[in-house]
């Protein structure tokens, strides 16, 4: 499968390659990722490598799974995001941010970019893409929010983190012809509401 870069001026999506196996390393070692992402703790190189081998190119060969690394425009890597489980015009959107490009709107950008890519004319023709995070990760909700995510409820005992526990997670929907804003108040019950 081709490998599309996009762009929207401010952030950069391109496959991850051996040459960010660093700084994949280095954000992979904060403690807001390991909470939240099922990633080895402590994370080594190995396992940097391993994502890429195992995960990125089987998953971009296939078709079903995608993987971008997150950028900024002189290629300086950021975070990752991903189509995840690509079968029947559906797919699952996963991403983390590293900590020094939280607070900027960089991971709403890159969301924005993917979602065009999987739903709009010309790119993956899909006709729904779920988010799914584990209760408690209101910044991966606040991304999913501005993007036109429905979240839909939760699910008890649906991810497993690195610990092998069972958590619940919310899930949302965003269909093609969804509006990509929010489509309902931010939740009196998150933090700093």
Avoid: K
Wanted: net charge negative; with cysteine.
């Amino acid at each position: 499968m081709p490998h599309p870069v996009l762009t929207d001026g401010v952030v950069l999506l391109e496959p991850p390659t051996e040459s960010d196996v660093d700084a994949i390393t280095r954000a992979c070692q904060d403690p807001e990722i390991a909470r939240w992402v099922p990633v080895p703790q402590p994370y080594a190189e190995e396992h940097a490598r391993g994502f890429l081998v195992n995960v990125v190119r089987p998953g971009w060969e296939s078709g079903g799974e995608l993987t971008w690394g997150v950028r900024e425009p002189d290629g300086t890597l950021l975070g990752m995001i991903g189509l995840h489980r690509i079968e029947h015009r559906t797919a699952e959107i996963g991403f983390w941010l590293a900590p020094w490009a939280r607070h900027r709107g960089v991971m709403s950008r890159a969301v924005a970019l993917v979602l065009g890519e999987a739903l709009d004319e010309g790119g993956l023709d899909l006709a729904r893409v779920t988010w799914r995070a584990v209760v408690g990760n209101w910044p991966s909700r606040r991304v999913a929010w501005r993007a036109g995510f429905r979240v839909e409820g939760t699910l008890r005992a649906e991810l497993v983190l690195r610990d092998g526990v069972r958590r619940d997670a919310w899930v949302g929907t965003l269909l093609r012809g969804d509006p990509r804003s929010p489509n309902e108040p931010w939740p009196h019950e998150a933090p700093g509401s």
